[in-house]
């Protein structure tokens, strides 16, 4: 068993995987947590792209809008799935 993850080339991303790396080094030297395999791969692919498709064989497509509710009085933003 081991943690398998695409390299992310953002900012905050690569803040997130260093301290991944950084928290699996610090386990295996004190024996908690997980110390078991971390791997992070360069533009590899799980599922081909064109692989998923839907039922009339066309690739998916999503979208999310962020909306702020305006009647709420700390502007939280609400999410919908279109």
């Known amino acids: 068993m081991g943690l398998y993850a695409?390299?992310?080339?953002?900012v905050d991303e690569l803040r997130r995987d260093?301290?991944?790396i950084q928290s699996v080094k610090d386990a295996r030297k004190s024996g908690k947590?997980?110390?078991g395999?971390?791997?992070f791969?360069?533009?590899?692919c799980v599922v081909p792209p064109g692989e998923v498709?839907?039922?009339v064989s066309i690739l998916p497509t999503f979208l999310v809008?962020?909306?702020?509710?305006?009647r709420s009085p700390d502007s939280s933003?609400?999410?919908t799935l279109l």
């Not at 695409?6 to 953002?10: L, P, Q, S, T």
């Not at 809008?65 to 305006?70: A, G, K, L, N, T």
């Open 33 to 35: 947590g997980y110390a």
């Open 65 to 70: 809008s962020f909306e702020i509710d305006s």
């Open 53 to 55: 498709t839907t039922k």
């Open 18 to 20: 260093t301290e991944i």
């Open 6 to 10: 695409n390299v992310e080339y953002e």
């Open 77 to 79: 933003r609400t999410s």
């Open 37 to 39: 395999k971390a791997e």
């Open 41 to 44: 791969l360069k533009d590899l």
